[in-house]
């Protein structure tokens, strides 16, 4: 067994209920938090995620250098990271917020499947929160380097959330790569050793939220031969957003900051989009998740903290 000496550690917390596994194999559980200085009314996820046996310090060096800037990160559109750890079994356990609601890529999933498409206005709105989450994050140097539909939460007030900052390293040193419980996810392909070491830069972040934002418009896989075509099947406004964005080299000028003004010019959002991401099934304010964790959160929460709750 190897022991990384990672400088973080975890905070203390109290199980409250297991949600089973993630997108890559990790074992996914709510828990409440026992430390002053937590967010005191409200749960946490611990994700536990198994690395393979026998890696030396250097192979996990980038794991460990990439959460530890990812904890100082605090934005209203970012989930964020409370602590980490990687123990003598070569597990590696992630601590974050609890974000009500439904990832993205579920959501699309469940639109689809009634053989509808999200209104436009709803794209923008996503991709505008998203954008600015990173541009928060570019601002302090840290890339997120994996944004996926599976890594935004829609929350049931049309909030959304990007979430697994710092994990991208952890891909090709993970045991397993796939989730049988969750077919609707897509499991993410091992990092090609040759590209370990390449720097990831603020672009790719949005070039993939790019591609998010197309897929969930023209619900088409927004593969590099397919952009231009998908293109075609969006508003001419949005269009030049996202062209701009996939086909065109970067500049200096394109920062998070341009794309969330950009996309916030192409749709006017307001409450239909609130009700829009509420309509979602397993999104709105009565998830059973989310029902669970209110009823949990004040089962578990010290007695100063359930009579506040009660009184509001």
Request: hydrophobic share 45%.
């Amino acid at each position: 067994m190897s022991v990384l000496p990672f400088a973080s550690r975890l905070p203390a917390f109290a199980p409250i209920h297991p949600l089973g596994r993630g997108p890559l194999g990790e074992w996914v559980s709510l828990v409440w938090p026992l430390e002053q200085g937590q967010r005191g009314e409200y749960p946490l996820v611990v994700k536990t995620y198994l690395l393979a046996a026998g890696l030396g310090p250097e192979a996990r060096q980038p794991l460990e250098e990439a959460l530890t800037r990812a904890v100082p990160l605090r934005h209203p559109g970012i989930a964020r990271l409370h602590g980490f750890q990687v123990d003598a079994r070569d597990t590696l356990t992630v601590v974050s917020d609890y974000v009500p609601g439904c990832s993205l890529a579920t959501a699309r999933r469940r639109v689809a499947g009634r053989g509808a498409r999200p209104s436009e206005a709803f794209v923008c709105h996503v991709g505008a929160e998203v954008a600015g989450a990173l541009h928060a994050a570019h601002a302090t140097k840290v890339v997120h380097g994996d944004v996926r539909a599976n890594r935004i939460r829609l929350g049931p007030q049309g909030d959304v959330t990007l979430t697994d900052f710092g994990l991208r390293p952890a891909c090709r040193l993970l045991r397993r790569f796939t989730a049988p419980a969750r077919p609707d996810e897509v499991a993410l392909a091992p990092v090609p050793e040759d590209a370990v070491d390449v720097p990831l830069e603020a672009h790719a972040d949005l070039r993939a939220l790019g591609r998010v934002l197309l897929e969930l418009a023209t619900g088409q896989a927004a593969a590099s031969v397919e952009v231009e075509a998908g293109l075609r099947e969006v508003s001419p406004m949005l269009r030049e957003v996202l062209g701009r964005l996939l086909l065109e080299a970067p500049r200096e000028e394109d920062t998070g900051a341009r794309l969330q003004a950009d996309l916030r010019a192409c749709c006017h959002t307001g409450a239909e989009v609130v009700r829009e991401v509420v309509a979602l099934p397993g999104a709105g304010p009565l998830s059973p998740v989310d029902a669970y964790v209110g009823a949990a959160s004040m089962m578990a929460a010290p007695v100063s903290v359930r009579t506040h709750v009660l009184k509001s």
